[in-house]
């Protein structure tokens, strides 16, 4: 069974960082595509950053700069560090793994940036 689970959201002041990690299970973790997606409210889901199995980013033009995803095959996790976060920054992220035909998601973590 394929799992991804997100931890790490949380309330934050604007200015302020969060690091969110996914852990997979279930599936070969170094051969996937891992991505970060984001929901804000009323507004429909989009990447904001991926990372391939050979480890080549690419970031949401409004984060470039200020978040990096990261991966650690041996642990099976996406990291995703956030910095500098701005209230606009505020959602459920979402961690995606995909290969091939392959795409599975995690539930979400929420992040809220606000004062």
């Known amino acids: 069974q394929v799992q991804l689970v997100e931890s790490g959201g949380d309330l934050v002041q604007p200015g302020g960082s969060l690091r969110l990690s996914c852990e997979a299970s279930g599936i070969i973790f170094r051969f996937y595509t891992m991505g970060w997606y984001r929901q804000a409210p009323g507004k429909q889901r989009e990447l904001v950053a991926g990372?391939?199995?050979?480890?080549?980013?690419n970031y949401e033009d409004s984060v470039k700069g200020r978040f990096t995803i990261s991966r650690d095959n041996a642990k099976k996790t996406v990291y995703l560090q956030m910095n500098s976060l701005k209230p606009e920054d505020t959602g459920v992220y979402s961690c995606?793994?995909?290969?091939?035909?392959?795409?599975?998601w995690g539930k979400g973590t929420l992040v809220t940036v606000s004062s």
């Open positions: 990372i391939t199995s050979g480890g080549s980013t």
């Open positions: 995606n793994a995909r290969v091939q035909a392959s795409n599975y």
